[in-house]
């Protein structure tokens, strides 16, 4: 059996989201990051999840967990700097990286992402865009449509190999990229994809957690 660690990403400051942590917030019964968390607990394979978050709410998040394959550390700055702390404390072959105001990711996606990474070595899911899409010049002009056949949203899981990802990390450890894919991206390296679901939201603003509410 390959294990899998996950590093779900609790470190930024709800700056557009308002006074509270959206990660605090809550769905039903439980907080944004304990949905987000319980989707991956269910499998074996995962034997850490590892958490950096942002020293503001590291008490409340470690008072919220007490299963023994979570651990919370302090993270960076940026997205890319408290990733990249949590690859420190990745101990598998194999890594998740999901956003904790993702509470809404199906474990079967999660699944398939275990599965294709073994495979192919860095993956993402995405789901396919519906909008037509437009390119607009500084001025606000319009300067042509763009051909959505070949154009995917981003989402999170993503997953990669532990060494492959801790490379491009410690390659790219000056930039400030908002996702880890785009990393193996610029260096060349192969990502393949995942269709995931639309309802995989993130919560950024307040609407957000409204729907999240519907869709839970």
């Not at 470190?11 to 987000?36: A, M, P, Q, W």
């Not at 390296?189 to 603003?205: E, F, H």
């Amino acid at each position: 059996m390959t294990n899998f660690s996950v590093i779900i990403t609790a470190g930024g400051t709800s700056s557009r989201y308002g006074n509270k942590n959206k990660l605090l917030e809550f769905i039903d019964d439980k907080t944004v990051i304990e949905h987000t968390v319980s989707a991956f607990l269910g499998f074996n394979e995962i034997t850490e999840i590892i958490i950096p978050t942002n020293k503001s709410i590291k008490e409340e998040i470690q008072h919220l967990f007490t299963d023994p394959r979570i651990k919370i550390v302090e993270g960076g700055d940026s997205r890319q700097k408290s990733v990249y702390k949590g690859l420190q404390e990745v101990i598998n072959p194999y890594v998740i990286i999901h956003d904790g105001a993702r509470p809404l990711v199906q474990e079967g996606v999660i699944s398939q992402t275990m599965d294709l990474v073994v495979l192919k070595n860095a993956v993402s899911v995405m789901t396919k865009t519906t909008d037509t899409i437009k390119e607009v010049d500084e001025t606000g002009r319009i300067i042509r449509t763009i051909d959505r056949s070949k154009l995917y949203n981003t989402q999170t899981p993503q997953a990669f190999k532990t060494s492959l990802i801790k490379e491009a990390h410690e390659t790219l450890k000056d930039y400030n990229f908002t996702d880890d894919a785009s990393m193996l991206e610029e260096l060349d390296k192969d990502v393949y994809i995942i269709i995931g679901s639309y309802t995989n939201i993130k919560i950024t603003t307040k609407s957000d957690l409204d729907f999240a509410k519907l869709y839970s």
